[in-house]
């Protein structure tokens, strides 16, 4: 496969202007006075994060979207990518074609454009980095830091649909796991109402965890407000699994109470699920009020 004649033909029609037709050294960017830029960077291996038999689309489309659910997290709208790839030598050029068929739906849904990037290939496997820069208006970003006691925490969506169809691959969640949906919209909604905020990607308890540590407080959760879906108890799974597994790129938010008002007034599609206390770390509580013992809390970073 010639590495030029394939990004002019995958990558090049994905470009935002500044990307000069990703035929140049390097790509412009021209930031507006207004706005601070929003940068994140995340790589996905073959074997770690995703199954090798795994459709190139559908690999794309998640590199995208756990990118993308940072930028959501922090209430900022996506602009622009730039794609790093390491290919397993020899790869076919029809990876790359249906991978960049994935990145270009993805992109069509979640917004923004390709700036430029690098193609090298190794012995080994497929090692993909995406860098996702976005714009949030001055001062306005959502952070982990803010929480503060007496906030309550709310969660968005449903939390451990991707596990479910990641052990149970006949459930309808499958897609949820395969193509996760980062909350842009509602990240950008947060912002002016939300204290801190984080996306669940690690766990739902883990990332709560880590709005608790930057804001230097304690969160409580109440396990029987945590919404899970329905066909959990049906399959076995308990809800101490759902709620320490990742990849649900939800969002997590703390809301003062005087804010609260604003929030159910825009009905958006989150639910309560505790409240900030003094304190550090997490605790969830069962319905008589005891606080669960859990394993693991989530997804260590190895
Ligand atoms: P250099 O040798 O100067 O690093 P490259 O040959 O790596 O240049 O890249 C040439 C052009 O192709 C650049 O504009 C770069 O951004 C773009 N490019 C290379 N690989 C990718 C990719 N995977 N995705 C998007 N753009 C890419
Ligand atoms: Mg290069």
Known sequence: M???DAIARYFAPLASPGG??????????SP?????????????????????DTAPEDIAWKL?????????AMGAMPLHYLLALTLPRGSKENWLQRFSTGLKDGMVAYGGSLLGGDTTSHNGAFVLTL??????????ALQRKGAAVGDAVFVSG????????????????????????PRIALGQALRGIASACADVS????????????????????NLQEIPLPVEAKALGI?????????????????????????????QLPVTRIGAVVAGSGVTVYDTAGQPVILAKKGWVHG
Do not use: M
């Open 202 to 221: 690690d766990g739902l308890v883990a990332d709560v965890g880590h709005i608790a540590c930057a804001s230097g407080v304690s969160i409580s959760l």
């Open 64 to 72: 995208l979207g756990v990118n993308v659910s940072d930028l959501a």
């Open 158 to 181: 449903i939390i451990g649909e991707s596990y479910l169809g990641l052990n149970h691959p006949t459930s309808p969640y499958l897609q949820r796991y395969l193509r996760p949906t």
């Open 238 to 266: 308990p809800a101490t699994d759902l709620i320490t597994a990742g990849d649900d790129y939800e969002l997590v938010f703390t809301v003062p109470s005087s804010r609260v008002a604003a929030l159910e007034a825009k």
């Open 20 to 29: 000069l037709g990703l035929q140049d050294d390097a790509a412009l960017l």
């Open 131 to 140: 860098t996702a820069i976005g714009e949030v208006p001055r001062g306005q």
């Open 32 to 52: 507006s006075s207004d706005k601070e830029l929003v940068l994140t960077t995340d790589t996905i291996i073959e074997s770690v994060h995703f199954l090798p």
């Open 2 to 4: 010639e590495e030029f």
